[in-house]
């Protein structure tokens, strides 16, 4: 069934809340990113579009955050996050480094996760056509029993496991740089949900998995789709592999909603991964996503991984733009350079970079063209395709 409206209605949600806390002083993720991204989308007049509206996060519930999590690691991050310590192991993945234990932690991540789950409510009871909590999606490698990768709470398994148990067909697809293992083992015994994760191969690059043949188990084998990019992937090379796996698997699974996580950190100025893609390039991709979420008429999304502030918030503001159905000019709003800051003279959208060198081109293309030609030959039987 396509969207129920012409242009969409699409419900943005937002709430200043959710940047008002860090990690660390030091930790790459800056819940400030998110303020930033909201300042260009009003001032881009995105927020004012007749057909866009505003809705305020909510804490996720005990209920909610137990979709995906055990109730023992629940009750970890209770007592972490209001100063206890706990009793020798299990450490539940804290520590120095991606998940360090800090005041408020859970407060802070029900926050964001309860979002993702406002947008999914938006969907199903039909308020909207289009959901979008940018605030979400970054928590994609957390597990049932442990943090992982900055994340703690995994907002986009519970939401997924929420419209499943209403009885709709989801398909997910993940086009962060890192692989989406958490939300593949949220679901890897299932068929309700299919999972698709673009990403730099887990050879170059954390978690270190994310290889062709983890394609689910049991009931679930097909259903879980990995595609490993080579280092340096450009705007060109990622679409291609793009086209060639996502519309014909989505096409096939005729999925009730479409459950997009948009990170931004597949961006040639990110300082933690190594992919090359521009914004335009991103939005070539959401693009695409659009159109096939048009096509089933339901489309939650969410936002993810992005350490280049100004990268981000272009991108996802653009996003919000593709949604709406509305044109953005070439050029930033005047006197928004704050709120891009990290891209130094940024002043518009679209990025201008050199292009690969001709032979890492060739290159990348080789090694993206092998990891297509993997899916074809593993997953794509599944579905009756060839």
């Known amino acids: 069934m ?4 012409s242009p969409p209605r699409v419900a943005l949600v937002y709430s200043d809340d959710v940047w008002r806390y860090e990690m660390s002083d030091t930790h790459p993720l800056l819940p400030v990113r998110w303020k930033r991204t909201f300042d260009l989308m009003v001032a881009a007049g995105l927020v004012e579009a007749p057909n866009v509206s505003i809705l ?70 039909g308020a909207a056509d289009v959901a979008f909590n940018f605030a979400g999606g970054h928590q994609h490698h957390a597990m049932a029993d442990r943090a992982s990768g900055f994340g703690v709470f995994n907002d986009t398994v519970m939401a997924a496991r929420w419209l499943a148990d209403r009885g709709l067909r989801v398909a997910y697809v993940d086009i962060d740089c890192h692989h989406a293992d958490g939300v593949q083992a949220g679901f890897y ?21 994310g290889n062709v043949d983890e394609s689910g188990r049991g009931e ?55 992919l090359r893609l521009t914004v335009q390039g991103h ?20 936002g993810g991984g992005g350490y280049d502030l100004g990268a981000v918030a272009r991108a996802w503001t653009v996003d919000l733009a593709i949604m709406a159905g509305v044109a953005l000019p070439p050029e930033l709003p005047p006197g928004i350079t704050d709120a891009v800051p990290g891209s130094p003279a940024m002043t518009t959208y679209a990025d201008d970079i050199e292009p690969n060198d001709e ?24 579905f009756g395709l060839t």
Not at 77 to 85: C, D, P, Q, R
Not at 189 to 206: A, C
Request: hydrophobic share 40%; aromatic share 8%; with cysteine.
């Open 2 to 5: 396509p969207f129920s409206e």
């Open 56 to 125: 305020p996060h909510r804490p996720a519930t005990v209920e909610d955050i137990e979709l995906c999590h055990s109730p023992a690691y629940v009750d970890a991050v209770k007592a972490l996050s209001s100063g206890l310590e706990l009793p020798g192991e299990p450490s539940y993945g804290f520590g120095p480094g991606d998940n360090p234990v800090f005041s408020g932690m859970y407060e802070a991540n029900a926050l964001t996760s309860g979002g993702t789950m406002v947008a999914a409510e938006a969907i199903e009871n």
């Open 189 to 209: 015994d299932s068929p309700e949900v299919l999972t698709i994760s673009l990403h730099e191969s887990g050879q170059f690059l954390f978690p270190g998995a």
């Open 220 to 274: 679930g084998e097909g259903y879980s789709v990995n595609v490993p990019l080579a280092p340096h992937t450009s705007d060109s090379a990622y679409l291609d592999a793009f086209e060639a796996v996502v519309p014909p698997l989505v096409e096939a699974f005729r999925p009730d909603v479409l459950f997009t996580q948009l990170g931004v950190d597949t961006h040639v100025l990110d300082p933690i991964t190594h």
């Open 283 to 302: 939005a070539a991709v959401v693009s695409r996503l659009n159109e096939l979420a048009a096509k089933c008429g339901r489309w939650l999304a969410v």
């Open 359 to 382: 032979l890492i081109e060739m290159q990348v293309h080789a090694f993206n063209d092998r990891s297509v030609e993997q899916v074809r030959e593993l997953i794509f039987p599944h």
